[in-house]
C-alpha cells in the first residue's frame, strides 16, 4: 500500500473554484490570489491542489506572464492566453474556444483563471458552452454559468457569449 500523503501534500483548493464541466474543465481565481491579497505560500499550496487533482493544464488569461514559472517549478503544465481589458474579444475567442475544445477532445482536464474570477473568464466559459452546441441558446448559457458560478454575468460577459455563434466552428443555435 502506498504511504498516505499528509493534508498540506494535497494542496489547498483555490479560491473561487468551479467546475464547468464535471472533471474536465473549471474555473478559480489566480492561485495565491491577486493585488494585496496575493501570498506566495498560498500561491504554492493551491498550485500544489491543482496538481495532486490531475489537472493537465492551467490556463491563465493574466494580461502578463507573472508567476508562470511557479507552475513549472511544480510540475503543472500551463498556457498563457492573455486576455486584457484592450485585447479584441473576436480574435481572442476565435483562438481560445478552438484550442479548449480540441485540449478537451484529446482527455485533457483544464483549469482556466485570470486575476480573480469575474467577467472575461465567466463569459468565456458561457461561450465555450453555446459555441459548442452544448447549450443551444445565448440565454441559456448565461443562465447556466450564472448558476455553476453563483455569479452574476456582466455586460463585458455577455458580449462574449453574444460573439460566439459568429466565430468559426460555432454549432448553430437550436
Known amino acids: 500500500m502506498p504511504p498516505m500523503k499528509g493534508k498540506w ?3 489547498i483548493k483555490p479560491r473561487n473554484f468551479a467546475w464547468v464541466i464535471t472533471d474536465r474543465l473549471a474555473v478559480c481565481e489566480r492561485p ?3 493585488g494585496a491579497n496575493h501570498r506566495r505560500v498560498r500561491r ?3 498550485i500544489i491542489w491543482i496538481r495532486e487533482q490531475g489537472f493537465t ?3 491563465s488569461l493574466i494580461p502578463s ?3 508562470l514559472h511557479n507552475y513549472d517549478e511544480l510540475g503543472v503544465a500551463w498556457l498563457h492566453r492573455p486576455f486584457g481589458p484592450g485585447d479584441p474579444s473576436t480574435r481572442v475567442l476565435a483562438e481560445l474556444l478552438p484550442e479548449i475544445k480540441d485540449l478537451l477532445g484529446k482527455g485533457e482536464r483544464l483549469v482556466v483563471h485570470q486575476d480573480e474570477l469575474g467577467d472575461r473568464v465567466q463569459g468565456l466559459m458561457a461561450a465555450f458552452l453555446r459555441w459548442t ?3 443551444g441558446e445565448d440565454p441559456k448559457a448565461v443562465t447556466l454559468v450564472e448558476r455553476l458560478l453563483s455569479r452574476q454575468l456582466g455586460p463585458v460577459g455577455r458580449e462574449l457569449v453574444a460573439r460566439a455563434s459568429s466565430i468559426p ?3 448553430p443555435a437550436s
Open 57 to 59: 493544464h492551467v490556463i
Open 9 to 11: 501534500a494535497q494542496g
Open 169 to 171: 466552428g460555432a454549432t
Open 133 to 135: 452546441g452544448m447549450v
Open 32 to 34: 495565491g490570489g491577486y
Open 65 to 67: 506572464n507573472h508567476n
Open 44 to 46: 504554492q499550496e493551491e
